[in-house]
Protein backbone atom coordinates (compact mmCIF):
# COMPACT_ATOMS: atom_id res chain seq x y z
CA UNK A 1 0.00 0.00 0.00
CA UNK A 2 1.14 3.45 -0.42
CA UNK A 3 0.48 6.09 2.33
CA UNK A 4 0.19 9.88 1.96
CA UNK A 5 -0.19 12.57 4.71
CA UNK A 6 -1.41 15.31 3.83
CA UNK A 7 -1.47 18.52 6.01
CA UNK A 8 -3.34 21.15 5.67
CA UNK A 9 -3.53 24.54 7.25
CA UNK A 10 -6.14 26.68 7.43
CA UNK A 11 -6.98 30.74 8.24
CA UNK A 12 -8.57 31.61 11.45
CA UNK A 13 -12.30 31.12 11.78
CA UNK A 14 -12.82 28.79 8.91
CA UNK A 15 -12.54 25.56 10.94
CA UNK A 16 -16.42 25.02 10.13
CA UNK A 17 -16.39 25.81 6.71
CA UNK A 18 -13.14 23.61 6.12
CA UNK A 19 -14.57 20.55 7.62
CA UNK A 20 -17.89 20.97 5.93
CA UNK A 21 -16.36 21.37 2.48
CA UNK A 22 -13.76 17.90 3.53
CA UNK A 23 -16.56 15.67 4.92
CA UNK A 24 -18.18 16.28 1.01
CA UNK A 25 -14.75 14.63 -0.01
CA UNK A 26 -14.24 12.07 2.76
CA UNK A 27 -17.92 10.40 1.60
CA UNK A 28 -17.00 10.64 -2.23
CA UNK A 29 -13.96 8.74 -1.59
CA UNK A 30 -15.19 6.37 0.86
CA UNK A 31 -18.13 5.57 -1.70
CA UNK A 32 -16.29 5.86 -5.26
CA UNK A 33 -12.66 4.78 -4.98
CA UNK A 34 -12.74 1.11 -4.30
CA UNK A 35 -8.57 1.53 -4.31
CA UNK A 36 -8.89 3.88 -1.25
CA UNK A 37 -8.36 1.85 2.16
CA UNK A 38 -8.30 5.11 4.57
CA UNK A 39 -9.42 7.92 4.17
CA UNK A 40 -9.14 10.09 7.75
CA UNK A 41 -9.18 13.92 8.49
CA UNK A 42 -7.88 14.49 11.97
CA UNK A 43 -6.59 17.92 13.42
CA UNK A 44 -3.14 18.10 15.17
CA UNK A 45 -3.68 18.47 18.92
CA UNK A 46 -0.13 20.61 19.18
CA UNK A 47 -0.22 23.09 16.17
CA UNK A 48 -3.30 25.46 15.76
CA UNK A 49 -5.42 25.29 12.41
CA UNK A 50 -3.73 22.32 11.19
CA UNK A 51 -5.44 19.26 9.99
CA UNK A 52 -3.53 15.93 8.79
CA UNK A 53 -5.18 13.67 6.54
CA UNK A 54 -4.52 10.02 7.17
CA UNK A 55 -4.82 7.95 3.79
CA UNK A 56 -3.46 4.60 2.35
CA UNK A 57 -3.74 3.37 -1.47
CA UNK A 58 -4.13 0.11 -2.50
CA UNK A 59 -1.14 0.79 -5.46
CA UNK A 60 -0.09 3.89 -7.80
CA UNK A 61 -3.04 3.92 -9.59
CA UNK A 62 -5.55 4.47 -6.94
CA UNK A 63 -3.56 6.61 -5.53
CA UNK A 64 -3.65 8.58 -8.80
CA UNK A 65 -7.38 8.07 -9.61
CA UNK A 66 -7.74 9.45 -6.74
CA UNK A 67 -6.05 13.08 -7.74
CA UNK A 68 -8.09 13.01 -11.01
CA UNK A 69 -11.63 12.84 -9.90
CA UNK A 70 -13.63 15.22 -10.51
CA UNK A 71 -14.58 15.49 -6.96
CA UNK A 72 -11.64 15.88 -5.74
CA UNK A 73 -10.67 18.68 -8.09
CA UNK A 74 -13.80 20.44 -7.65
CA UNK A 75 -13.81 20.40 -3.53
CA UNK A 76 -10.15 21.15 -3.73
CA UNK A 77 -11.14 24.14 -5.24
CA UNK A 78 -13.45 25.34 -2.85
CA UNK A 79 -10.99 24.30 0.09
CA UNK A 80 -8.41 26.57 -1.50
CA UNK A 81 -10.43 29.32 -0.26
CA UNK A 82 -9.82 28.55 3.53
CA UNK A 83 -6.71 27.22 3.21
CA UNK A 84 -3.72 29.16 4.61
CA UNK A 85 -1.29 27.90 1.75
CA UNK A 86 -0.63 24.73 -0.18
CA UNK A 87 -0.89 21.74 1.22
CA UNK A 88 1.99 19.85 1.97
CA UNK A 89 1.50 16.05 1.05
CA UNK A 90 3.94 12.96 2.32
CA UNK A 91 4.05 9.80 0.30
CA UNK A 92 4.67 6.75 2.63
CA UNK A 93 5.26 3.21 1.35
CA UNK A 94 3.84 0.10 3.75
CA UNK A 95 5.74 -1.98 5.32
CA UNK A 96 4.44 -5.44 6.41
CA UNK B 1 -11.11 8.30 17.50
CA UNK B 2 -7.30 8.94 18.70
CA UNK B 3 -4.75 8.81 15.54
CA UNK B 4 -1.08 9.01 16.09
CA UNK B 5 1.91 9.28 13.65
CA UNK B 6 4.79 8.19 15.51
CA UNK B 7 8.14 9.08 13.35
CA UNK B 8 10.97 6.72 14.33
CA UNK B 9 14.61 7.01 12.75
CA UNK B 10 17.24 4.12 12.53
CA UNK B 11 21.20 3.67 12.59
CA UNK B 12 22.42 3.27 9.53
CA UNK B 13 21.93 -0.53 8.34
CA UNK B 14 19.33 -1.49 10.86
CA UNK B 15 16.52 -1.59 8.60
CA UNK B 16 16.21 -5.25 8.67
CA UNK B 17 16.63 -6.04 11.88
CA UNK B 18 14.48 -3.01 13.14
CA UNK B 19 11.81 -4.24 10.30
CA UNK B 20 11.49 -7.36 11.98
CA UNK B 21 11.07 -6.10 15.56
CA UNK B 22 8.23 -4.32 14.04
CA UNK B 23 6.41 -6.61 12.80
CA UNK B 24 6.37 -8.27 16.14
CA UNK B 25 4.98 -5.93 17.34
CA UNK B 26 2.58 -5.24 14.94
CA UNK B 27 0.78 -8.99 15.32
CA UNK B 28 1.03 -8.63 18.93
CA UNK B 29 -0.84 -5.51 18.93
CA UNK B 30 -3.13 -6.62 16.03
CA UNK B 31 -4.29 -9.64 17.98
CA UNK B 32 -4.88 -8.08 21.13
CA UNK B 33 -6.24 -4.96 20.96
CA UNK B 34 -9.50 -4.68 20.72
CA UNK B 35 -9.52 -0.83 20.93
CA UNK B 36 -6.82 -0.28 17.84
CA UNK B 37 -8.13 0.40 14.43
CA UNK B 38 -5.21 1.01 12.88
CA UNK B 39 -1.39 -0.12 13.24
CA UNK B 40 0.77 0.40 10.39
CA UNK B 41 4.60 0.89 9.85
CA UNK B 42 5.21 3.00 6.57
CA UNK B 43 8.78 3.99 5.80
CA UNK B 44 8.80 7.75 4.28
CA UNK B 45 10.25 8.27 0.48
CA UNK B 46 11.67 11.18 1.01
CA UNK B 47 13.28 11.30 4.82
CA UNK B 48 16.15 8.41 4.54
CA UNK B 49 15.97 6.17 7.72
CA UNK B 50 12.96 7.10 9.10
CA UNK B 51 10.14 5.35 9.72
CA UNK B 52 6.13 6.40 10.22
CA UNK B 53 3.85 4.25 12.12
CA UNK B 54 -0.08 5.74 11.42
CA UNK B 55 -2.35 4.47 14.52
CA UNK B 56 -5.89 4.65 15.71
CA UNK B 57 -7.29 4.21 18.71
CA UNK B 58 -11.08 4.44 19.52
CA UNK B 59 -10.53 6.50 22.55
CA UNK B 60 -7.81 7.47 25.09
CA UNK B 61 -8.41 4.30 27.32
CA UNK B 62 -7.34 2.29 23.88
CA UNK B 63 -4.13 4.09 23.56
CA UNK B 64 -3.09 4.27 26.91
CA UNK B 65 -3.61 0.45 27.58
CA UNK B 66 -1.42 -0.01 24.10
CA UNK B 67 1.28 1.78 25.90
CA UNK B 68 1.15 -0.41 29.11
CA UNK B 69 1.34 -3.89 27.62
CA UNK B 70 4.06 -6.34 28.02
CA UNK B 71 4.86 -6.57 24.49
CA UNK B 72 4.94 -2.95 24.07
CA UNK B 73 7.11 -2.06 26.61
CA UNK B 74 9.78 -5.58 25.62
CA UNK B 75 9.79 -4.81 22.28
CA UNK B 76 10.19 -1.35 22.70
CA UNK B 77 13.47 -2.00 24.60
CA UNK B 78 14.42 -4.40 21.73
CA UNK B 79 14.59 -1.50 19.04
CA UNK B 80 16.07 1.08 21.08
CA UNK B 81 19.05 -0.72 20.24
CA UNK B 82 18.63 0.06 16.55
CA UNK B 83 16.84 3.60 16.98
CA UNK B 84 18.43 7.05 16.23
CA UNK B 85 17.56 8.76 19.10
CA UNK B 86 14.03 8.96 20.51
CA UNK B 87 10.51 8.43 18.83
CA UNK B 88 8.70 11.77 18.02
CA UNK B 89 4.85 10.82 19.29
CA UNK B 90 2.12 13.23 17.55
CA UNK B 91 -1.63 12.80 18.62
CA UNK B 92 -4.43 13.81 16.61
CA UNK B 93 -8.01 13.94 17.36
CA UNK B 94 -9.87 12.49 13.97
CA UNK B 95 -12.42 14.87 12.63
CA UNK B 96 -16.13 13.15 10.87
Given at each position: ???????L?????????F????????E?????E???????LT?????????????????????????Q?E??????R??????D????????????
Open positions: MIGVIAVKIKDGTASEEAIFAELTKVRANAGNKLYQKSRSESNTYKVLEFYADADALATHGTYFKDLGRMGAVLGRPAVELLDSVG
